[in-house]
């Protein structure tokens, strides 16, 4: 439920922003996004606060996922050299702005919820369109390729 209420308070400003592109497709699907969105932030805000002002329990699990996954959210506003020509185009978005309204949704569930939002310290990067990945990465894909290499000629 946090990864998934963090995740929507980035799309909502995001899809709100790409409503405005200068490329007219990409404009009208952010436009159909927004409603998903919204519901999907909605619902996603009123389980942190549900679950983070429940039990003590509940609180401490939301809390100890709260500050495992805020690591890796910082890479959702970085900005590389691809976002920054779609933005001098009028196609994308400016992370910045985001990242801004993003700070400020958090911040509001995070008080109702009684949690403690982490600090702003180191956070993961690069693998956006670097391909930097954990060495994990390698288990993953050892699982995933599985079928495919023991049965090349199967079809699904």
Same mark, same amino acid.
């Given at each position: 439920?946090?990864?998934?209420?963090?995740?929507?308070?980035?799309?909502?400003?995001?899809?709100?922003?790409?409503?405005?592109?200068? #490329?007219?497709?990409?404009?009208?699907?952010?436009?159909?996004?927004?409603?998903?969105?919204?519901? +999907?932030?909605?619902?996603?805000?009123?389980?942190?606060?549900?679950?983070? #002002?429940?039990?003590?329990?509940? +609180?401490?699990?939301? $809390?100890?996922?709260?500050?495992?996954?805020?690591?890796?959210?910082?890479?959702?506003?970085?900005?590389?050299?691809?976002?920054?020509?779609?933005?001098?185009?009028?196609?994308?978005?400016?992370?910045?702005?985001?990242?801004?309204?993003?700070?400020?949704?958090?911040?509001?569930?995070?008080?109702?919820?009684?949690?403690?939002?982490?600090? #702003?310290?180191?956070?993961?990067?690069?693998?956006?369109?670097?391909?930097? +990945?954990?060495?994990?990465?390698?288990?993953?894909?050892? /699982?995933? $390729?599985?079928?495919?290499?023991?049965?090349? /000629?199967?079809?699904?």
């Amino acid at each position: 439920i946090v990864r998934q209420f963090l995740f929507d308070a980035y799309e909502l400003p995001f899809f709100q922003m790409l409503t405005k592109s200068k #490329d007219e497709t990409l404009s009208a699907i952010a436009h159909k996004a927004v409603k998903e969105v919204k519901y +999907h932030l909605r619902h996603s805000a009123n389980w942190v606060i549900r679950l983070g #002002d429940g039990t003590e329990e509940s +609180h401490n699990r939301v $809390q100890k996922s709260l500050n495992d996954l805020w690591e890796y959210t910082g890479e959702l506003f970085e900005m590389d050299e691809v976002d920054e020509t779609v933005l001098k185009e009028g196609i994308g978005v400016d992370l910045t702005l985001v990242k801004a309204e993003w700070d400020e949704t958090v911040n509001k569930v995070l008080a109702e919820a009684t949690l403690t939002r982490p600090e #702003d310290g180191w956070m993961q990067t690069g693998a956006k369109r670097e391909g930097i +990945h954990s060495e994990y990465l390698g288990y993953i894909l050892t /699982d995933m $390729q599985y079928l495919p290499r023991a049965y090349p /000629d199967a079809q699904w």
